[in-house]
């Protein structure tokens, strides 16, 4: 059964700590998203990344940034969270070939 | 910027009745894809439609894209409580890259 995972499915986190989000995928896909997704505000684009070592902003990035060392593996860092970071958070992955996404069971983050 | 637009944004239905929710753009796509999610779950891809007209059935549903590309309908026939979730549907311009999301239809079907 093909998968994404999310390391965390909770996490707390306080203001001003430094947040990893890691995501694994083991489809051998070329691309791979993290969104996150607020009540009211459906999925926003955070970052994402074409191939190894490469990445893009999405409609979202101040606040966060990416890293992906190797092709399985897109993580998001929270550079200094805050409050308004609490936020459910959903990694996928896509085949370069096309397709739809495969979603992570999502992380849900909370910043006191 | 590409927006999709889905309606109706809620919808509460009793078990057995028929539905259908819409997915509109002003944009073209060059494919569609419909997802499901369940609360604290992430979505599941339930389908994609690539071609102008293109119909998919998956059991008591139905897909449907419209002939221009810019559109979709899913159509679940005697919906059951485990249809209840939010619907999404997405779209992009290339086969692959990122896609834009609508913002859902949420779906409870009561027994």
């Known amino acids: 059964d093909v998968k994404v995972t999310q390391s965390s499915r909770y996490l707390v986190k306080r203001t001003g700590e430094k947040v990893f989000l890691e995501c694994v995928q083991d489809?051998?896909?070329?691309?791979m998203f993290w969104y996150r997704q607020d009540p009211g505000l459906g999925l926003r684009l955070i970052y994402f990344?074409?191939?190894?070592?490469?990445?893009e902003k999405g409609d979202i990035p101040e606040g966060y940034s990416v890293s992906r060392e190797k092709k399985e593996r897109f993580s998001l860092i929270l550079e200094s969270a805050s409050t308004n970071q609490t936020s459910m958070y959903l990694c996928?992955?896509?085949?370069?070939?096309?397709?739809?996404?495969?979603f992570g069971s999502g992380t849900r983050l909370t910043v006191v | 910027t590409q927006l999709l637009e889905q309606s109706p944004q809620f919808l509460s239905i009793q078990e057995g009745e028929n539905l259908t929710v819409y997915c509109n753009s002003s944009?073209?796509?060059?494919?569609l894809q419909w997802y499901r999610q369940e609360p604290g779950e992430g979505p599941v891809l339930l389908v994609t439609?690539?071609?102008?007209?293109e119909v998919k059935k998956l059991k008591r549903l139905t897909f449907q894209f419209g002939d221009a590309r810019k559109d979709s309908s899913l159509h679940i026939t005697a919906a059951q409580p485990g249809d209840t979730g939010l619907y999404l549907c997405?779209?992009?311009?290339?086969?692959?890259?990122?896609?834009?999301f609508g913002d859902g239809t949420t779906l409870t079907v009561k027994p």
């Open positions: 439609v690539v071609t102008g007209g």
């Open positions: 944009s073209v796509f060059s494919s």
């Open positions: 990344s074409y191939d190894v070592k490469m990445k």
């Open positions: 489809m051998d896909h070329e691309n």
């Open positions: 997405a779209g992009g311009r290339t086969n692959a890259g990122k896609s834009t």
């Open positions: 996928a992955s896509r085949s370069g070939q096309g397709g739809g996404y495969t």
